[in-house]
């Protein structure tokens, strides 16, 4: 590889790791399956007391 080729290839990544840092995380943060549990049971609970007191 030539000393011109290298120097652009260096400067393209640097340019696309900048891009990367900048751009949005679309991604959803991640949740492990315990806390999901957790959450899915803390909601249960929550429509049982609204339907308790709703009676």
């Not at 959803?28 to 007391?49: F, G, M």
């Amino acid at each position: 590889m030539n000393r011109r080729k290298k120097s652009i290839q260096i400067v393209k990544s640097r340019i696309k790791k900048a891009k990367a840092k900048l751009a949005t995380n679309s991604k959803p943060k991640y949740v492990s399956k315990a806390d999901r549990a957790k959450l899915a049971e803390e909601s249960n609970q929550d429509t049982v007391i609204d339907s308790e007191s709703e009676s």
